[in-house]
């Protein structure tokens, strides 16, 4: 296994009682001049079940412009400059 395989980063979102859930969030990330978007999905495989984690590959690049949140309720959170190579613990809005 190579040593440098480059740079992350990751966000894992919380679900609180009586609060929207996280499945469906989307995530738009930007930085070194480009975009990357995921949505939040679970059991979207044959007797599997995903976290409420996503995850991005950055290569080489070294910091994130910044991240763009949309719950499935519409509600929106801009994180400027998040730190790479780390996850970030999101909570539903208002919490």
């Not at 190579?2 to 679900?15: P, S």
């Not at 995850?55 to 400059?81: C, M, R, Y």
Request: glycine share 10%; with cysteine; proline share 5%.
């Amino acid at each position: 296994m190579e040593d440098d395989a480059g740079n992350w980063i990751g966000f894992r979102f919380c679900e609180a009682g009586g609060a929207s859930s996280p499945v469906g969030v989307t995530v738009s990330l930007h930085f070194a001049g480009h975009s990357l978007i995921r949505q939040l999905v679970t059991g979207d495989s044959y007797r599997s079940q995903s976290a409420n984690t996503l995850h991005f590959g950055l290569d080489s690049a070294t910091e994130v412009d910044h991240a763009e949140i949309v719950w499935p309720n519409g509600d929106q959170l801009l994180l400027k400059q998040p730190k790479v190579n780390q996850y970030h613990l999101i909570s539903p809005p208002g919490k």
